[in-house]
């Protein structure tokens, strides 16, 4: 009986594992038939196949879900009405089966914004109301911050939120706190591929051309920055005067008290202030010696540095600025800083001063463009005090161009500005006609006063 009972369960594993070898043989032919029209982007023959594997085999191979989003996507491309919204829907779920079946392929940050974009792109369809899609997107956010990082739904999410608070179902406070966590993100992430993208940038700087493997990653790093880049601007747009001063201070007048404590609030408070030029404000005051004597820092040395500067005490001022570079240690904020600062002393007209802290940030950041454009803007405003001719005040215009097409070769966010600066200065420089009549082609004038450089003068 004890043999009889052996040899039936031996008969019944080999059944069962020549079942599963039929049924992963079979769904490893429609795999490959599929995956194949997938490349041939012949989604419509792809979906009998790929429908008959996801159904039999879910667990088989992650290409059922990566494949399957092409297929889906391009029938919702290509449909209408209720069988659109089916394929939306389908689409849904089959981020819900990937999450299942691959779940360490299935960043939740990532495919949960994905799934709210979808969502939200086709709101109108799929019947979903405004307060439906940001509790989508703010789900999403709290369960995965670190890989909800798509630009297009970090804007989306916020823009929600303003909506939300223009039709009263959001106060203010949570707005500004959406706001803050937003543009935090969203510096963290062109943090991420700054760093990144300099590393290539000092290579090619040092003469080592890049593989082509590098230059393929520095495209992308540079188009996602290009995104965020875009982004930060339409979230400033979107919010709007909303966080004007009339606004921002009586809601932190109200709330002082309870966060005076806090550091974080107080930070975010302080900077936002500072953001939207209410430094005038008592409260702005407040909030500084609050943050600094709670946790100095490089930001509270930033804002006491404001502080002196509103008072008129310029060399504290810059006192404080030098504190709070030697206070932060990451060498991404610390370029974000001297930026900051040499912005500063450039409205006040301390263009010496503003050009060093320039120089620091683009050291410290190569990828960032901006430095190089407000050290052109300083040289072309300079020209009429730096020359002692007509020929050579204006030859101060070729200086400021030439720095103008630094800020685009290594960052793609300021490519349209550079271009426009640099046709601007070149337009106010001596022409062709000019250098051919003064005789002087080729040769090299030095520019004194604080510029303290020298400028070849184009052959002709």
Known sequence: MKKQITLLLTLLFIGLNFGFAQQDEECMTKLSIFHEYVKAKNFDA?????????????KFNNAIYVDGEKILEDKIEKSTGAEKVAFINDLLKLWEERALHFASKTPKGEYGA????LMYDNRDQLGKTKEELYECFDTAYNLDKETFTNPKSLYTYFSLMVDLYDAGKKPAKDLFNKYDDVVEKTEDEVKNYSEKLNKLIEKEDAGTALTKKEGSYKRYYESYLKAYDQISGSIDQKL????NCENLI????????????NAIWLQRAAGKMS?????????????????????????????????????GNSSEAINYYKQAI?????????A??????????????????ARSFFRESLRLNPSNGRPYLSIAAMYASSANSCGDTNFNKRAVYWLAADEARKAARVDPTQS?????????????APQKSEIFSSGRSGETIKIACWIGASITVPSI
Not at 46 to 58: G, I, Q, S, T
Not at 240 to 243: E, I, K, T
Not at 250 to 261: A, I, R, V
Not at 416 to 428: I, P, T
Request: contains cysteine; charged residues 30%; proline residues 5%.
């Open 46 to 58: 792809a979906y009998e196949p790929w429908m008959a594997v996801r159904n039999k085999c879910p």
């Open 114 to 117: 994905q799934a709210c974009q």
């Open 240 to 243: 709007g005067d909303r966080a």
């Open 250 to 261: 009586p809601l932190y007048q109200k709330d002082f008290e309870e966060n005076k404590t």
């Open 275 to 311: 953001e939207k030029e209410c430094t005038d404000d008592p409260l702005f005051f407040d909030l500084v010696n609050a943050y600094h004597k709670l946790s100095p820092s490089a930001n509270s040395a930033y804002y006491l540095g404001i502080l002196k500067d509103k008072e």
């Open 326 to 334: 030697d206070l932060e240690t990451d060498n991404f904020k610390k």
């Open 336 to 353: 974000k800083l001297n930026n900051r600062i040499g912005l500063k002393l450039k409205a006040r007209g301390s263009y010496g001063q």
């Open 416 to 428: 349209s500005n550079s271009a426009k600066s640099v046709a601007n200065y070149l337009a106010k």
